[in-house]
């Protein structure tokens, strides 16, 4: 059974950057899509990046521009890239990644905090 972990999450200023990491226990193509998701308190999960097996990349609106998703198949690992950071980024960061039955992988989420 693959896992996926992530990593990076804490607590950051208005205007500042973090990298969040989501390592997979076996190889990266086991997933069609790889995908970054957040739930602040009382909201529902929503999608904020996602990957695929061909490296096409989206991204919900309010993070374009500041927030990169890219792998590194090497590594097993998709990143999460997040600058010029707002208190409304602030949720528990969730990794996904979407088996070729189309089974969903989840990890168990990292904390993301921005604030002063």
């Keep these: 059974q693959v896992q996926l972990v992530e990593s990076g ?8 950057s973090l990298r969040l990491s989501c390592a ?5 193509f086991t997933f069609t899509v790889v ?3 957040r739930q602040a308190p009382g909201k529902e999960r929503e999608l ?6 061909g490296d096409s990349t989206d991204y ?3 993070v374009k521009g500041r927030f990169t998703i890219s ?22 960061y969730y990794c996904c990644g979407r088996g ?17």
């Design 60 to 62: 919900t609106d309010s």
């Design 48 to 53: 904020v990046a996602r990957i695929t097996s």
């Design 24 to 28: 997979a226990s076996g190889s990266i």
């Design 100 to 116: 070729w039955t189309g089974f969903d992988y989840w990890g168990q989420g990292t904390q993301v905090t921005v604030s002063s």
């Design 71 to 92: 792998r590194d198949n090497a590594k097993n690992t998709v990143y999460l890239q997040m600058n010029s950071l707002k208190p409304e980024d602030t949720a528990v």
């Design 9 to 16: 999450g804490g607590l950051v200023q208005p205007g500042g």
């Design 35 to 37: 995908g970054w998701y």
